[in-house]
């Protein structure tokens, strides 16, 4: 279920190959911000500010070094290693992405160059309050009873953490939730259940939902998507043939970004290609109705 993610980073100094693999120390994401600064302003941004922190499951492969997972260790908010989106303070546009390990109690800080599309980071404002750490992060989300409820089973496939700002367009629909920065989990598991968190970066206050119990129909039940969960094709079967309901179909991911939109003409059922899709919990939306699933490897 896990992907693999490979990191091409070219080390300048030869002697980092000695480190052997299994030698990093996990870490919070607070504990290396002052050495993600510093290797930012190195690398030519003159006033770095924060926009983004991230990681999602997988092996990040790094010559040198082998392959470091990503795991969030929800016992004490640590991982082997973190994603930072670093940004230019007078240019927002200007940003760059830095990962950081561990080792002997010392950084490693490295400019990287991969696609981060597992990793929904809004790159719209930087994170300028003084953040809760990932220790904290945990303890919140599992005193959390739907979280806590649903990883109980040990059955729940950790999809993605991050902190980003969150605008008023990413919270529709959320419920009470303000503008801000938010840390956001994702988790789902292979039946199509699926949980998201949001937890306010500056409070601690966490609202979780359980996008299984969602009412995902409108009144009139329209359509159907099968198989859910979904590995490279999705169908989309119109259950009221009297009406053409087949116009343009948007799939939206986790974090409510329109990923991919196409026209659909047959009357009956469509089929949609998921396949390049990354593992996770999606949204297909025809005029007002819309419906859930999960695509898996």
């Not at 004490?76 to 561990?102: C, F, H, P």
């Not at 996008?211 to 989309?236: G, M």
């Not at 009297?242 to 659909?264: A, M, P, Q, R, T």
């Amino acid at each position: 279920m896990k992907q693999l993610m490979i990191i091409s980073i070219f080390l300048l100094l030869s002697s980092h190959s000695i480190f052997a693999q299994g030698l990093e120390e996990p870490f919070t994401a607070k504990e290396a911000i002052n050495e993600v600064f510093t290797r930012a302003k190195s690398e030519g941004i003159n006033e770095p500010v924060l926009v983004g922190i991230g990681i999602a499951p997988g092996e990040y492969v790094i010559p040198g070094f082998g392959a470091l997972k990503s795991e969030l260790d929800m016992t004490n908010g640590q991982a082997s290693i973190w994603l930072y989106m670093i940004a230019e303070k007078t240019d927002i546009t200007n940003t760059i992405n830095i990962g950081v390990i561990k080792f002997f109690n010392g950084f490693l800080s490295m400019k990287i160059d991969i696609d981060l599309s597992s990793i929904p980071i809004n790159y719209i404002n930087p994170i300028v309050i003084n953040w809760i750490d990932t220790d904290v992060l945990c303890q919140k989300l599992n005193s959390n009873s739907i979280f806590s409820g649903f990883v109980k089973d040990d059955q729940a496939i950790f999809d993605f953490v991050t902190l980003d700002y969150q605008d008023a367009g990413e919270l529709d629909g959320m419920g009470d939730l303000k503008v801000g920065a938010y840390w956001l989990l994702s988790c789902s598991k292979e039946n199509g259940e699926s949980v998201m968190c949001y937890t306010n970066a500056l409070t601690g206050a966490t609202t979780c939902f359980n996008l299984t119990d969602v009412e995902d129909e409108t009144s009139e039940n329209s359509f159907k998507v099968f198989p859910n969960p979904a590995k490279d094709n999705l169908y989309i079967e119109n259950l009221n043939l009297s009406e053409n309901i087949f116009d343009k179909v948007y799939i939206i991911d986790s974090n409510g970004y329109i990923i991919d939109k196409c026209n659909l003409t047959d009357q009956n059922i469509n089929t949609v290609n998921i396949q390049n899709l990354p593992n996770g919990t999606y949204t297909i939306l025809i005029g007002n109705s819309f419906k859930r699933f999960v695509k898996v490897n």
